[in-house]
């Protein structure tokens, strides 16, 4: 069966200092990734995906960025934290690249980053 | 701009009753929409799902309906139960693509009463 890992689960960050957020998937091969957050109050805002290692798209212009060193390994990164930064950050994975017949995403347990 | 929109920010039910959670779109592109539970602190669990070549999916006590000359769907769970209690998002996907990406509603949360 396929599980999603992420760590940390909680992580309190001053402004200004780095992030990493990583998100491992197993036993699935070549999936899809996603990084959500969900702010206080929000729904669930697509933030980056990939079909493939070092492929990445951004959704939306913003202080982070991601990276796919391998292909189940997905990580949120920032150079430096702000406190819009703040929220619940998820990670998904969708089985199997390309067009095709599976259409649901399934999440992790999710990252909470407070930015102080 | 909010392609997926819940309106209700939260719901009250009584436990046995029938509780139904409401979403609309604007995009009329969308073809598969889906529903996720989410309990505070975890990730969402996917619930149900439905193609716009449907009007109407079942599992369980969970039914999904798909209205798409209102761009409205609905999930409806009977008899509620006290663990149904959370935050419930539509989603909706813009066409078969290799990102396959999904759009997300604001979410409502359900409370379901002893």
């Excluded at chain 1, 819009?84 to 399934?106: H, T």
């Excluded at chain 2, 939260?10 to 929409?33: A, P």
Aim: charged share 15%; hydrophobic share 35%.
């Amino acid at each position: 069966s396929q599980t999603i890992h992420q760590w940390p689960a909680t992580l309190v960050q001053p402004v200004g200092s780095p992030l990493s957020l990583e998100c491992t998937v197993e036993g699935t091969s070549n999936p899809n990734l996603y990084w959500y957050r969900q702010a206080a109050g929000r729904g669930l805002q697509l933030l980056f995906y990939s079909v493939g290692i070092g492929q990445i798209s951004s959704e939306v212009p913003q202080n982070l960025s991601a990276s796919r060193p391998q292909d189940r390994q997905f990580i949120l990164s920032s150079k430096k934290l702000l406190l819009s930064d703040s929220g619940f950050y998820l990670c998904a994975w969708r089985r199997g690249r390309g067009i095709g017949l599976y259409n649901e995403q399934f999440f992790g347990p999710g990252t909470r980053l407070t930015v102080l | 701009d909010q392609q997926v929109k819940q309106n209700s920010p939260s719901l009250s039910v009584q436990e046995g009753r029938i509780s139904i959670l409401n979403c609309d779109y604007t995009n009329s592109m969308f073809d598969y929409f889906l529903w996720y539970k989410k309990y505070p602190a975890e990730g969402p669990t996917f619930l149900i799902s439905i193609s716009s070549i449907k009007d109407k999916n079942e599992d369980g006590r969970f039914t999904v309906f798909l209205n798409k000359s209102a761009k409205h769907l609905s999930l409806h769970i009977v008899p509620s139960q006290p663990g149904d209690s959370a935050v419930y998002f539509c989603a909706a996907r813009r066409g078969v693509s290799a990102t396959n990406k999904l759009i997300f509603g604001t979410g409502t949360l359900l409370a379901v009463q002893p």
